[in-house]
C-alpha cells in the first residue's frame, strides 16, 4: 500500500516509510492511497476471531509491501499479549440498547495503549532493518504519554521526549510517565496547554534545523499506524452485535479525531456503521464544525476529561481531505487559513460528506457527572469521565432503538478516580497492573514554553542522524 500526503505535495511513502515519518513533509497527514474494502462474506468469516489474528486480518492490506502477513500476525500476538483481558477488547451491555467497549485493559489504563503497545513494535521492526536511529517528539494531554512511554522504554534505537502541560494531567497519568526511569525516556513538563505543546512538536517536525539533523518520528495520532491499529476494535464489537448483517453505531469521546476516524475508516473498509457519534466536552470544536460548518478554535478551558481539552483536532484534516475529493492543493490552502487565523469554513462537500456518516454532541460537567451516576446506579458500571462524556451523547443521540449503539471506554475509571468519587461515592480501586505507582520515583524536566528552548533540550540528548 502507498501513502500520500493530506496537502499533496510530500513523497508517497510506504507503509514502513509512513510509519517512521510521523507527519509528511508538507506539514499534512499521511493516508493511504486508497481504502481497501472487504466483502460481507469476508467480514463474515471474521466472525469468532481470537483478537490477535482478527488484528492481522484487518490490517494486512495496508501493510502490504512492508510486512508479510506471518510476521504482522507474530506482531499482534506480542502487542496484545499485554493486555489483561483474554478478549483485549471486551464488549459489556448496559442496556437494551446500549453497549460499552472497554478499550482500557493495556499496561496504562487507557485505549491508546491498544495501537502504543503494536507501534513500539512496528517501529523495533522498521528501525531494525536500517541504520538509523529514532527520536519520538510528542505531546501528550496525559494519556499518549504514558502509553508511548510504556510501549518504547528500553527499546534500541529510539529515544522518547514527550511534553506534557504542566499541573493539567492527573496524578496517576503524570506518574505513569515520570516514573519510567529508562535511559531512552524523557519527560518534559512545559509551562502551558496541550495545544502549546502541540505547537511545539509541530514545529519541530517543520525545522529543517532539527529534522536534518535528527531523524525525528511522531507517536501522537497523526502517525498512521495508530489509527490503523483502533480500525480492528469497530470490527470486533461490530462482528459480535451482528455484523456484517446488522448495523452499530459507535459513540466515541473525542479529542484530537483519532480514535473516531479510525470507525470512519472501518466504515470504508464495509463494517455497516449506521452513525458515528463524536462526543466532546465543553472544548467543543468539533461539534461547531460539525452542526455548523464552523471550524474555529476558542480557548482550552480544562475539566475533567483532559484528554479531549483540545481546540485544534489534528486528524480533523483526515476527514476533510477524504469528504472534500482528496485534493491537496486545495486543503494545504484552506488549512493554511486555519494556521494563520485559527478559524476556516468547511465547504458543502465538506459538510455533506460528514454528515452522512458523522452527527456529534457536547457534554459540560452536569452532563458528564450525571452519566458517570447512571452508569453507576443503572448499570453497575463505574465510568471515568471521557467514557461518560460519550455515553450522555450516545444516550441523547436518538438513534433508533433497533440499532445498538457502542460507547467506547476509553479509560480506566481509576486513572480519574477523583473525577469518578466526586460522582458516585465510589473510589475506583487501581488494579494491580500498575503496581507500587505512588511510591516510585519521578524524574521530569521543566522548561518554559518557548520553542528553542525546547529544541535545545532535544538535541543536547537525542543521538544525531546516521551517515
Ligand atoms: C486520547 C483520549 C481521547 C481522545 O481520543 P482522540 O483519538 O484524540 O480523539 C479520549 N479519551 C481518552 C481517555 C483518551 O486518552
Redesign the pocket.
Known sequence: MEYISTRGSAPALDFAGATLAGLASDGGLYLPREWPRFTEAEIAAMAGLPYAELAARIMLPFVEGSLTHERLLELTRAAYGRFSHRAVTPLKQLDEQNWLLELFHGPTL???DVALQLLGLLFEEFLGRSEQNLTIVGAT????GSAAIDAVAGRAKIDIFMLHPKGRVSDVQRRQMTTVLAPNVHNVAIEGTFDDAQAMVKRMFNDPGMTGRFNIGAVN?INWARLMAQVVYYFAAGLQLGAPHRPVAFS?????????FAGYVAAKMGLPIARLIVATNVNDILHRALSTGDYSAGEVTPTA?P??D?QV?S?FERLLFDVGGRDGKALAAQMGTFEASKAMQLTNAQREGAAQLFSSARADANDMSRAIRWGWEEAGELL?P?TAIGLHAARTSGIAREIPVVTLA??HPAKFRDAVERATGQRPPLPSRVGDLFEREERCAELPCDYGAIADYVAAHAVPRAG
Do not use: C
Request: charged residues 15%; proline residues 4%.
Open positions: 487507557a485505549f491508546k494531554s496525559g494519556d499518549t495520532s466515541v469521546p473525542t479529542g484530537n479525531f483519532g480514535d473516531v476529561a484528554s479531549m483540545i483536532s486528524n471515568d471521557h476509553t479509560a
